[in-house]
């Protein structure tokens, strides 16, 4: 199943529902960061739930979301935009913990902490608000910075399976949100309906697609189909991008990387690409700098 994204409306409910797929984009994260199975199952997580509010943002903005807490895994960080690209990265790839019997502790891997989300809404200044970590789960974590930072009442449910060699082998998620004039009764009898479901995950790792989940969520419910968009791991890191980055860095730095090695390489956080920067590329950034 391609990765992809059903966002969708129920008007007379209040209520809109947002599905993802998000198996390849997981995978291609995961290998590209060499992450050991807890730190997999939370970045598959994060990068789920960055997909999901990505798609409710307006063409050419773009959500960052940041979780850092006291726990071996230290910090994961992902982004989307408006258009499904999403990328993300952990801190610590070899953390690894014994898994729980409901699946990966990533809870524990993360610790006490703060969630932090910055918004490019293409105005001025940069969106930025942070709540506490109430769990370091994932999806419980984003339930709470919707509703209490956004004062909008959702509910995230993001989830990951791993095959025995501890790849993804399914990913997704999902996003209740309520929209105004939105009646509590049915909000209450979609969360109850979810809650009565198996996880996102596991239907699809049953084979069900995304429009069999949202029909036997919503039930009798009427609903309508806004968008599907497909969801692709993206990087807009470049060689250009990373020479400005070194442009910024002082002489001292660039003429000890000119001693000590004669070249500098430097690795994109979100993607693991490594950019080569040969002794000439250096001398030349130095002349700018003049």
């Given at each position: 199943?391609?990765?992809?994204?059903?966002?969708?409306?129920?008007?007379?409910?209040?209520v809109?529902?947002?599905l993802?797929v998000t198996t390849?984009?997981?995978?291609?994260?995961?290998?590209?960061?060499?992450?050991?199975?807890?730190?997999?199952a939370?970045?598959?997580r994060?990068l789920?739930?960055?997909a999901?509010l990505?798609a409710?943002?307006?063409?050419?903005q773009?959500?960052?979301?940041?979780f850092?807490?006291?726990?071996p895994l230290?910090k994961v960080?992902?982004?989307?935009?408006?258009y499904?690209?999403v990328?993300?990265?952990?801190?610590?790839?070899?953390?690894?913990l014994?898994?729980?019997?409901d699946g990966?502790d990533?809870a524990a891997?993360?610790?006490a902490g703060?969630?932090?989300?910055?918004k490019?809404l293409?105005i001025?200044?940069?969106y930025e608000s942070s709540?506490?970590?109430l769990s370091?789960?994932?999806?419980a974590d984003l339930?709470?910075y919707?509703s209490q930072?956004e004062?909008?009442p959702?509910?995230v449910?993001?989830g990951?399976e791993?095959?025995?060699?501890?790849?993804?082998a399914h990913?997704?998620g999902l996003?209740?949100q309520?929209?105004?004039?939105?009646e509590?009764?049915h909000i209450?009898?979609?969360?109850?309906?979810?809650?009565?479901?198996?996880?996102?995950?596991s239907?699809?790792?049953?084979?069900q697609t995304p429009?069999e989940?949202?029909?036997?969520?919503?039930g009798?419910?009427a609903?309508?189909?806004?968008e599907?968009?497909?969801l692709?791991?993206?990087c807009?890191?470049s060689?250009?991008?990373?020479?400005?980055?070194?442009?910024?860095l002082?002489?001292e730095?660039?003429e000890?990387?000119?001693?000590?090695?004669?070249?500098?390489?430097?690795t994109c956080?979100f993607?693991?690409?490594?950019?080569h920067?040969?002794?000439?590329?250096l001398?030349?950034i130095l002349n700018?700098?003049?």
């Open positions: 199943m391609a990765d992809n994204l059903v966002r969708t409306i129920a008007k007379e409910a209040g809109r529902a947002l993802a390849g984009l997981a995978a291609e994260a995961a290998g590209r960061h060499q992450t050991a199975p807890t730190a997999t939370a970045l598959a994060a789920t739930g960055a999901l990505g409710t943002l307006k063409v050419q773009r959500v960052a979301l940041k850092e807490g006291s726990g230290w960080v992902t982004e989307a935009d408006a499904g690209r990328r993300g990265y952990v801190a610590r790839p070899e953390t690894d014994p898994a729980r019997l990966h990533v891997a993360l610790g703060v969630l932090t989300v910055v490019d293409r001025k200044e940069l709540v506490p970590l370091g789960e994932i999806d339930t709470h919707l930072s004062q909008i959702s509910l449910t993001v990951v791993l095959d025995e060699s501890g790849r993804v990913a997704g996003l209740l309520a929209i105004p004039p939105y509590e009764t209450r009898q979609l969360v109850e309906r979810l809650a009565e479901m198996p996880p996102v995950v239907l699809l790792a049953a084979g429009g989940i949202l029909d036997n969520l919503f009798e419910v609903y309508t189909v806004l599907e968009r497909s692709t791991f993206y807009n890191c060689w250009e991008r990373t020479r400005r980055a070194l442009l910024l002082g002489r730095e660039i000890e990387m000119l001693v000590s090695e004669g070249q500098a390489e430097l956080h993607c693991h690409h490594k950019y920067f040969s002794r000439a590329d001398e030349e700018e700098q003049s």
